[in-house]
């Protein structure tokens, strides 16, 4: 078994280093050093690229790793802000957070957005518009979208895109540091498991004795338990923390457990939330992988005995090791022992809820409201709890739809009866409860005259909120070539804006922050001064502001 494993591995790993060719060059002029590597666990994602810094500079110059063309340019307020797809023989290239494009580039970027009257767009180009040479100044780095300071979000996927490939081994980063273990956790099976005479979930410290070795107390279980861990690596150097490349768990020298992260499908990452565990994720932030399989985690890059799962079903030391390593081989070893200690375990006490099997569609109905939950949303069967209750404070219902820390894979539809007042049905919108307590609006859109929809991928407490105030705009400066507003909106959230001048639609751009700007093109602006500026701001219930200026 052991040595099968072992083979698969090396298998796995020759094959997905095949699939990158090593003539690629580095998509910047400075050595490589990282804030983020690949597959790190991130919010509902795996992260998809590395990190390069850039020297906490705007304005770093970024090249074409290959010969190729421009395949795919994206741009938006958040996200990957003004991202760069470029297509090459064997793999694309992704550059993202970018400050500004080459003249070539940025050209045919205006005519898009002008043409099609938008700011964000997301364009695919024919493979003869605009090629490229290895080695070609493409863009300039920045901290566009998403960003939380300057840096080139860099990623290699296949050449469908959908793949994504650890670019980090490429680029000879240094690094002699080890990985570090913070926690472990025992999450013994309801009504299965119980550990240090509780079937709750429990944490436990971890001492370091000696470089890369980590030792924790003995721990006593019995029954069905699965073990979780927190850790993470360090870089010579650099003061980030990164994730794991590689994850083994052995019991009683068995190797029970692996993981590791060299590839994984853009359209499989949201299963992030069947490898952590979520519901500790939404409490505290902890991010706890676990080395045991849910039922529904497809995840390709797992390998288990017993999906991960241990049975302390005789009364002895179980000899627990785990392994974490980086991608240049440094490993950390944890040792510990659980000791089979025979202890009641607690029938598993069933839930008032509705029983959801994950492999199932369900519909989850009460009074005024129902969710629709399409087959393969959940990871494990669930006993789904729901309810209304009115809150006074709210002055509305909230509708109890599970938890917020049960995570979900898919969408679902959740319909909501609208409150019998005399407020146009259009003003009402449906917003969540955070887990600090705040209500968020969610996307809400009038399933008929009566019903509310909303489209999810969160469950928890919802209600029904009315907005009927204006969005606001806040000008900020102007010149006598550029214009700064900032819009926002406290209810609903902004929808989109317009902008116009002398009846012109003219392009202001927008960043993660809700500042508008705009730079005056006289390319495109056909008429001349006096400039009258029209600016609408509409929020999600369609209420609308606007500014006017004469400039």
């Not at 060059?25 to 919010?43: C, K, Q």
């Not at 970024?62 to 797809?85: A, E, F, K, Q, T």
């Not at 692996?258 to 299963?271: H, V």
């Not at 000899?319 to 390593?325: A, F, N, P, Q, T």
Request: with cysteine; aromatic share 14%; proline share 5%.
């Amino acid at each position: 078994m052991k040595n099968n494993f072992l083979f698969l591995l090396i298998l796995f790993s020759a094959s997905i280093t095949a699939q990158v060719p090593n003539h690629l060059i580095s998509p910047v002029d400075i050595p490589v050093t990282l804030s983020a590597s690949f597959g790190e666990l991130r919010p509902n994602h795996f992260h998809s690229g590395i990190d390069i810094k850039t020297q906490q500079q705007i304005g770093l110059p970024m090249y074409s790793i290959d010969d190729g063309y421009v395949w795919r340019i994206s741009i938006s307020p958040g996200g990957y802000g003004n991202c760069l797809y470029l297509k090459h023989k064997d793999v694309i290239s992704v550059y993202a957070h970018l400050d500004r494009f080459t003249p070539e580039i940025t050209e045919w970027i205006r005519d898009y957005q002008y043409k099609n009257k938008t700011f964000s767009i997301d364009a695919y180009l024919q493979p003869n518009e605009i090629p490229v040479k290895q080695g070609d100044l493409v863009a300039w780095g920045g901290n566009s979208g998403s960003s939380g300071g300057p840096h080139l979000h860099f990623e290699i996927r296949d050449t469908t895109g959908v793949y994504v490939y650890d670019a980090q081994p490429l680029y000879n980063v240094y690094d002699n540091v080890y990985p570090r273990f913070k926690n472990i956790a025992i999450n013994p099976v309801s009504g299965l498991g119980v550990v240090d005479n509780s079937y709750t979930y429990k944490m436990y410290g971890v001492k370091r004795t000696g470089t890369g070795k980590y030792v924790a107390n003995k721990i006593k279980a019995w029954g069905k338990i699965g073990i979780e861990v927190k850790a993470f690596d360090y870089m010579t150097g650099q003061n980030n923390f990164y994730g794991v490349k590689s994850l083994k768990l052995l019991v009683d020298d068995k190797l029970t457990f692996s993981y590791i992260m060299d590839k994984f499908s853009l359209e499989d990452t949201r299963y992030i939330n069947s490898f952590i565990n979520y519901g500790q994720w939404q409490k505290t932030r902890d991010t706890f992988m676990r080395c045991y399989l849910l039922p529904n985690n497809p995840l390709p890059f797992f390998t288990s005995y017993n999906k991960g799962y241990l049975d302390i079903n005789e009364e002895k030391d179980y000899k627990v090791k785990i392994l974490i390593s980086d991608v240049v081989g440094n490993t950390s070893e944890l040792n510990f022992t659980i000791q089979g200690v025979k202890q009641d375990i607690p029938l598993m006490l069933n839930d008032s809820g509705t029983y959801v099997d994950y492999r199932l569609p369900a519909l989850i109905e009460g009074k005024g409201y129902g969710m629709v939950i399409p087959k393969g949303s959940l990871y494990d069967n669930v006993y789904f709890d729901h309810g209304v209750k009115f809150d006074s404070t709210l002055n509305s219902n909230i509708y109890k739809l599970h938890y917020l820390t049960e995570p979900l894979q898919k969408h679902v539809k959740l319909f909501i009866k609208l409150p019998n007042d005399t407020i146009p049905a259009d003003k009402h919108y449906v917003a969540r409860c955070g887990r600090r307590g705040d209500w968020n609006s969610v996307s809400t859109k009038l399933y008929n005259d009566s019903i509310l929809q909303v489209n999810t991928n969160s469950l928890g407490d919802f209600t029904v909120k009315v907005d009927t105030v204006p969005p606001i705009i806040r000008p900020q400066s102007r010149t006598s070539s550029r214009i700064l507003l900032k819009i926002s909106d406290k209810e609903s959230g902004v929808n989109r804006y317009e902008s116009f001048i002398n009846g012109e639609w003219v392009l202001f751009e927008q960043d993660f922050y809700g500042r508008v700007s705009y730079k005056l093109d006289k390319k495109r602006l056909k008429t001349k001064r006096p400039y009258n500026l029209e600016f609408r701001v509409y929020d999600n219930c369609g209420n609308m502001s606007e500014y006017k200026l004469r400039w």
